[in-house]
């Protein structure tokens, strides 16, 4: 549990490094590199869960991370206001990327992919995208949720882009966070992602949450409630669970 702000990079992890870590429950704010100004990993295997990356800037790749031929498995992290040319939050090149249950919101790529960007194999093969919200993510002026990635690698999403809702469990809809102009990325009790974050029965998704961090979310409330009342306990969209405890914004650890 770590604050890493307004550093020359955050984290670097390459191949020679090892065993493969899990990163959870940090903040990542205000730093700055040349790719992947949070996280950047280099043909390298990682879990990053349960944290919060905020006004990162990349000259390149990855506002936040830059997963170059790498392993990784995001989830339930918040992504807000980071910048890059090239994947505003997130840029992937190939490897195996798999992003379940995080919330991607206002961030900005002045090229492509204003919430993430990908190319080579990742953008086809070597990506899944699960149970996350992406809502006001731009290229310049434009909406640019997601760049590179096949409407059939995501399942169960909020995204404001056009072309994946509709299908595979997708939706277009405001996710009603309780305050995004103030830092509050949490779904208020009338959120259409409540409950949304999976498919129906006989449609898995592609992968499932990591047994540990995958356990909470975002607050560290357990991450499966049923937030509907229909008496089925499902993850909602995004990386908060809908959950009467105290809510933590962006900003509130410094």
Known sequence: ENLFEGNRGGIFLNEV??????????????????????????????????NVFEGNLAGAWGGAISAWHATLKLQGNLFV???APFG???????????????????NHASRDGGGIFASGPGGERGFSLVGSILWGNRVEDRVSD???????????????????????????LDPRFAGAERGDYHLRADSPCIDRGHLEA???????????????????????IDGDGDGFAT????????????????????
């Open 17 to 50: 490094v090892s065993p493969s870590p899990v990163i959870q429950f940090n903040i990542f704010r205000n730093n700055f590199a040349d790719r992947g100004a949070a996280i950047d990993l280099e043909g390298y295997s990682a879990v990053v869960a349960g």
């Open 81 to 83: 206001k980071n910048q």
């Open 88 to 106: 505003g939050a997130i840029s992937v090149d190939g490897g195996r990327v798999e992003v379940v249950g995080n919330t991607f919101a206002g």
């Open 146 to 172: 997601l760049a590179g990635i096949a409407p059939e690698l995501v399942f169960a999403c909020d995204i404001e882009q056009a072309g994946f809702a509709g299908a595979r469990g997708n939706i277009s």
């Open 202 to 224: 006989g449609e898995p998704p592609p992968v499932t949450f990591h047994p540990d961090p995958g356990r909470y979310d975002l607050d560290r409330d357990d991450r499966v």
């Open 235 to 254: 993850p909602d969209m995004g990386a908060d669970e809908l959950s009467p405890s105290a809510a933590v914004r962006v900003g509130d650890c410094d």
